[in-house]
């Protein structure tokens, strides 16, 4: 008897730490360079604000394609590379680069979706424009994604992300969109 109560106390302590840890409000204080301000005002003037977030990707050193080039027409949106795992909980630094012709901002914090969550706040703030974000679905099993979430807190950045937003911003008209696509 003692160990299923140990058992389940276990359980309910690593989905509570999960659950406070991914879900909880974003911490306020998101600050952005030179050039992640003046990525975000070009993308503002050509409509919509839309931010695809993506795990941090190697840079070749000496690309092909000229970093200072101008993105294609056809792709507005701005990548948001997030480095998760970052001991402290805000405040956030974010810093913008053009990249073989994409636009792109970085930032590290401690919970992905709230990381997440709080750099699309400050860009709403600093823009005055609402921006969308899309994420890809994870290929891995849903089942599988729900165990990794609960015991490691890892995953489910979408859902974070969005309950994170839900916590801090009430009125859904100036709550960013989260997107989920493949």
């Known amino acids: 008897m003692n160990v299923v109560v140990v058992m389940v106390s276990l359980a309910a302590g690593v989905i509570l730490a999960a659950r406070v840890r991914a879900f909880g409000p974003p911490a306020r204080g998101v600050t952005f360079d030179g050039v992640a301000l003046a990525l975000l005002g070009e993308a503002a003037a050509g409509g919509p604000l839309r931010l695809i977030a993506t795990e941090p990707m190697p840079r070749d050193p000496d690309p092909a394609y000229p970093s200072t080039a101008a993105p294609a027409a056809h792709d507005e949106a701005i990548f948001l590379e997030v480095a998760g795992g970052w001991p402290r909980r805000g405040p956030y630094h974010v810093t913008g680069e053009r990249y073989c012709g994409y636009r792109i901002l970085t930032v590290k914090g401690d ?11 400050g860009v709403r703030d600093a823009t005055g424009c609402v921006p969308n974000v899309d994420f890809s679905w994870p290929v891995r099993s849903h089942p599988r994604q ?3 979430f609960l015991v490691t807190g890892a995953g489910q950045l979408a859902p974070a992300a969005r309950e994170a937003l839900r916590r801090a911003e009430p009125d859904a008209a100036r709550r960013p969109t989260v997107h989920i696509g493949p």
């Open 146 to 148: 729900v165990l990794r």
């Open 111 to 121: 919970a992905t979706g709230r990381t997440v969550a709080a750099v699309l706040l």
